[in-house]
């Protein structure tokens, strides 16, 4: 079993910024992606960013620019600066981990709020 917990969210003002944290612990073997999605109330989940193994990253387009993921792998923990805020980025923030080893899993954190006010 793998675990994953998300740090860093609260409320903020807009234009502020704000850094969020996700720690992997337990049967780890390798970890091939990390990746950041929310789900803001009525909406489905959609991605944010996502980083490789190699450190290659991708993110939503309305997002790039503003927001940067970056991983340590010696921490197993995968990062999230978020600048520029705007109320619309209010949304909880999901951690999400793609292991390789004897089988490929997929794991997800709980959530942190991020809340942006006007």
């Known amino acids: 079993q793998v675990q994953l917990v998300e740090s860093g969210g609260g409320l903020v003002q807009a234009g502020g910024s704000l850094r969020l944290s996700c720690a992997a612990s337990?049967?780890?073997?390798?970890?091939?992606?990390m990746a950041w999605y929310r789900q803001a109330p009525g909406k489905q989940r959609e991605l944010v960013a996502v980083?490789?193994?190699?450190?290659?990253?991708n993110y939503a387009d309305s997002l790039r620019g503003r927001f940067t993921i970056s991983r340590d792998n010696a921490k197993n923990t995968v990062y999230l600066q978020m600048n520029s805020l705007k109320p619309e980025d209010t949304a909880v923030y999901y951690c999400?981990?793609?292991?390789?080893?004897?089988?490929?899993?997929?794991?997800w954190g709980k959530g942190t709020l991020v809340t942006v006010s006007s």
């Open positions: 980083i490789t193994s190699s450190g290659r990253t």
């Open positions: 337990g049967n780890i073997f390798s970890i091939n992606t």
């Open positions: 999400n981990v793609v292991l390789s080893g004897p089988s490929i899993m997929m794991y």
